[in-house]
């Protein structure tokens, strides 16, 4: 008995612990990520050149080698073609230019300035350009002011940071001998400007290794750019200095020497190369070049064999060895497995928040229910992945032309929505056959064809057994579901453009067995299932309804007041399911159920009872509150021996809930008094009811053995009994943890009252003088008197006491 309770207890615990859920849940998502990645760790065929292969190796799915010779050859022909990339500054001439000649009229100024003064004049411009200032050192305060020769040579510091070379004192003495004539700085600039025009490059040996494919030219500053092959035309550096007495040959002709050698140096010594090499950008291209090189790849055919048992590997075997292994084991396949168990968790707990976690769809033994589903979605996510791997196998070796694609159609997934469907409801099949749509499309390489197509099978083959209450049905769901198969079949096929005579027979073929598999997978699992988790079907139902059933019969035979009782009380639940969206089916069944229990001890109910004795009159009331509340024990006991299912048991633990057997307890009161008397011990042990179709059967027990005690039951009495009743079950909160609304309250109350007013219609009494012919009077009229023979025939037998008939149920 201990060990029972244990059992029990354990059993109790593991349908309510929340640590079940967080098992489910990465137990089916540990499950589906090794089933979608089973090579995660895999062997390695250690094979090297020349060795002997021994077994074949086949490619297992089309796979691509890279011939590495040719793409490198490809990289290196778009490395060379790559131009060499020079930068050209061609306002470098133009602001040296600009320098030098502000640095000239700077000394120039200070000569002007002191002519100006010495002669009293009106100063002039100091230069043709206007933007050349002059301006002249000032004196420092305090001190004399200082002759024009040492201003000149104060300056000379600032004059060679402008013009960029150092000047030598003689040469120095040259321009202040001439005045720093603007006519010099012309000169200058005019060699320098032609010389850089025609472009100065560092190092013109470089250069022209380039001269075959030419180079780019890039501008500085606005990044033009353009292709030049000519590169004789560029000057060297040295080449510059040298074009310099060459091209002012003509300009510096009439100069003395001095001067003549003056304007070469300082236009020598300014030059700068303007077209330099960027060998950055230059190696950035030659880069960006090679890597948009792609791969030369060539296609190794799935069932191609690879390795042939017997032959030495060669260098071509190996390299195919090699790249089968780096596909199929995929570098990336880790977080890649990663990322899809996170995908599967948030799919499973989205589908939990927002579909299933609600009151009255899983509620009741929560983690029996999540069992269930987490071994539905696993047992059809298993069947996918053999389906897909059959189809491969089976389209490469039959005779016939079939695709993987056609077999596919044939798998029967759909099966999982209609058996989540029968046990669950609709509400529940239609986000899971969502789900195990999801996982069947992933193990098919993510087809969002395949995913549409077990998608709408799956949930329209929920819809048509959602009201299953006979095993046929779920063959003409089969029926139709093939039927709906070859339309999505032959939608898919048209989506996907693979349209031929041929194909599209295949898939219909498979596409309606497909169908018919559903549903015979479906009757062939429904059963076991009901088995494995205590499910009760509306299949069961009915059979159950059946008033023939043994138990029933001897329930109407030793408890015959108790049989009528529940007969009444199946009606009553049964039409106010129907009015509240409730399930009749079940409320019927329970209501016949519900007092299966007084079977083991019918007389000491009152329905029961006979010639007016009343066997709780010689017990104490403690006692008889014991004995009623047992007969919730003896139903449960009777009910687990005649397999009546887990629903019906909760309904009859919960159809009394937690109410108080007030007669004996008011009647223990009366003798023992009210603080000696715990009301606890007369109140039954419960619990309240949990689903609809128990406060049902709590609300007609009650109101329909009320009923019996009305006198001349009217329908303003009957009314006002069921209100009352109601009213008292709700005041004492046994109807809180059941779903009902007010407005079910209401029409519940509404429906008791036309089943009972039905029940206790009001009879016309019938006299006994009264005699029919044909249930007529002579005129047709049953007011009318009978005939004076027939009325003394009558009179004559009730004055000698016989009867025509004998008393029935007497001896």
């Known amino acids: 008995m201990n060990m029972e309770k244990v059992k029990e207890s354990s059993h109790q615990h593991l349908l309510s612990a929340n640590y079940v859920k967080w098992f489910l849940l990465f137990g089916i998502t540990i499950i589906f990520t090794i089933t ?39 990289r290196r022909r778009a490395v060379e073609s790559v131009l060499t990339v020079y930068d050209y500054d061609t306002a470098l001439a133009s602001n040296l230019g600009q320098g030098l000649k502000q640095a000239f009229a700077n000394i120039r100024a200070v000569f002007e300035a002191e002519s100006k003064k010495q002669k009293k004049i009106k100063p002039m411009d100091t230069a043709e350009d206007p933007s050349i200032k002059a301006t002249a050192l000032p004196s420092p305060p305090g001190k004399e002011k200082l002759s024009v020769h040492d201003q000149i040579w104060q300056m000379k510091k600032d004059f060679e940071d402008k013009i960029g070379i150092t000047v030598n004192k003689g040469a120095y003495t040259i321009l202040e001998s001439e005045l720093f004539s603007e006519d010099i700085s012309n000169l200058i600039v005019e060699i320098l400007s032609t010389i850089m025009k025609n472009g100065v490059v560092t190092n013109k040996e470089i250069l022209l290794k380039e001269a075959e494919k030419g180079i780019t030219l890039r501008t500085v500053g606005t990044k033009t750019e353009f292709v030049t092959v000519n590169l004789k035309q560029f000057y060297g550096l040295d080449q510059a200095k040298t074009m310099v007495r060459i091209i002012g040959d003509d300009p510096l002709k009439g100069l003395n020497y001095n001067l003549l050698n003056l304007i070469v140096d300082f236009t020598q010594r300014v030059i700068q190369p303007n077209i330099t090499l960027n060998r950055s950008e230059t190696e950035e291209r030659k880069k960006r070049a090679a890597s948009e090189i792609k791969p030369i790849l060539y296609k190794i055919k799935e069932g191609e064999m690879v390795l042939r048992e017997g032959e030495r590997v060669t260098e071509v075997q190996l390299l195919k060895l090699n790249a089968l292994e780096i596909q199929t084991k995929n570098k990336q396949i880790l977080p890649r497995s990663i990322g899809s168990a996170m995908i599967i968790l948030c799919l499973l707990m989205t589908t939990y928040i927002l579909y299933i976690k609600h009151p009255g769809k899983i509620e009741r033994d929560s983690n029996k229910n999540l069992i269930f589903l987490t071994s539905v979605i696993i047992t059809f996510s ?34 999982g929505a209609m058996i989540i469907c029968l046990f669950m409801g609709l509400e529940v099949a239609l986000p899971l056959a969502m789900v ?13 064809e395949i995913f549409i197509y077990f998608l709408l099978n799956s949930m329209i083959a929920a819809y048509w057994v959602r009201n299953c209450r006979e095993r046929k049905v779920i063959i003409i769901a089969g029926i139709k579901l093939g039927l709906l198969n070859v339309i999505l079949a032959t939608t898919i096929d048209v989506y996907t453009g693979s349209f031929s005579s041929l194909t599209i027979l295949w898939d219909w073929a498979f596409a309606f067995l497909g169908g018919i598999g559903a549903a015979i997978i479906t009757i062939g699992i429904a059963p076991l299932i009901e088995i494995t988790f205590a499910y009760t079907t509306d299949i069961a139902l009915l059979e159950l309804a059946n008033l023939d059933r043994p138990i029933l019969r001897r329930l109407m035979i030793e408890a015959p007041g108790t049989y009528y009782h529940s007969v009444v009380v199946g009606t009553l639940v049964e039409a106010a399911a129907s009015e509240i969206g409730a399930n009749p089916l079940l409320a019927k069944v329970c209501g016949y159920y519900h007092d299966i229990g007084k079977i083991k001890q019918p007389l000491y109910f009152i329905e029961n009872q006979r010639d007016g004795i009343n066997k709780h009159d010689k017990l104490e009331p403690s006692m008889s509150s014991l004995i009623l509340i047992a007969h919730i024990k003896n139903g449960i006991e009777v009910a687990k021996e005649n397999k009546l299912g887990q629903v019906i048991i909760d309904t009859i633990q919960q159809h009394h809930g937690t109410s108080l057997i ?66 008292k079950v709700v005041s004492d909160s046994q109807l809180d943890n059941c779903e009902l609304t007010l407005k079910d309250l209401h029409k519940i109350a509404k ?9 206790y219609h009001h009879r016309i009494e019938y006299s006994d003088n009264l005699a029919l012919i044909n ?6 009229s049953p007011d009318r008197q009978p005939p004076k023979q027939t009325q003394n025939s009558i009179e004559e037998s009730s004055a000698t006491g016989k009867s025509h008939l004998k008393r029935l149920g007497q001896s």
């Open 382 to 415: 298993l069947l996918a992945v053999v389906s897909a791997s059959m189809s491969q196998t089976l389209a490469q070796n039959t005779s016939f032309s079939i695709s993987p694609s056609s077999i596919s159609f044939g798998i029967p997934i759909a099966s």
């Open 436 to 448: 195990i749509a999801v996982f069947t499309a992933v193990i098919f390489q993510n087809g969002f």
């Open 36 to 74: 979608l990645y089973p090579n995660l760790v895999i062997t390695k065929h250690a094979y090297t050149l020349g060795d002997v292969v021994e077994r074949n190796i086949k490619a297992p799915k089309d796979f691509l080698i890279e011939d590495e010779e040719a793409t490198e050859s490809n």
């Open 662 to 727: 007030s007669f004996f307890y008011e009647k223990a009161k009366q003798r023992k008094g009210q603080d000696a008397v715990k009301i606890d011990n007369f109140r039954y042990p419960g619990p309240r009811p949990q689903t609809r179709e128990a406060a049902l059967v709590m609300l007609a027990d009650m109101i329909e053995a009320a009923s019996r005690t009305l006198e001349n039951p009217t329908p303003a009495k009957i009314q006002g009994l069921v209100q009352k009743r109601i009213n």
């Open 751 to 759: 429906s008791f009252n036309t089943i009972l007013n039905g029940i």
């Open 775 to 780: 249930g007529k009077g002579k005129d047709g």
